[in-house]
């Protein structure tokens, strides 16, 4: 059975950090491109980052500079850092594990940011 789960988020205020981390098990997480999205009430949910089994890494423009996304694959595990944390980062933020056609995804973990 595949898993994902999510931790690390938590209410934080504005220019503060977290760490998120998505664990991954029932799977070969090296050969799965790892994205995190975001998406917040009333909102699309959107592609935040993403980082290949090699480490080549993507981001939106909204969150260059701020975001830092990292995979440790011996540890079956993808990390975001988010930094410099603004009120419209608040957002259930989820990981998703995808190698045609497999396409996986966890539950999300709450990331709110006070003003």
């Known amino acids: 059975q595949v898993q994902l789960v999510e931790s690390g988020g938590g209410l934080v205020q504005a220019g503060g950090s977290l760490r998120l981390s998505c664990a991954a098990s029932g799977i070969i997480f090296t050969w799965y491109r790892v994205g995190w999205y975001r998406q917040a009430p009333g909102k699309q949910r959107e592609l935040v980052a993403s980082i290949t089994g090699g480490g080549t890494t993507n981001y939106a423009d909204s969150v260059k500079g701020r975001f830092t996304i990292s995979r440790d694959n011996a540890k079956n595990a993808v990390y975001l850092e988010i930094n410099s944390l603004k009120p419209e980062d608040t957002a259930v933020y989820s990981c998703?594990?995808?190698?045609?056609?497999?396409?996986?995804w966890g539950q999300g973990t709450q990331v709110t940011v006070s003003s």
């Open positions: 998703n594990a995808y190698w045609a056609p497999r396409d996986y």
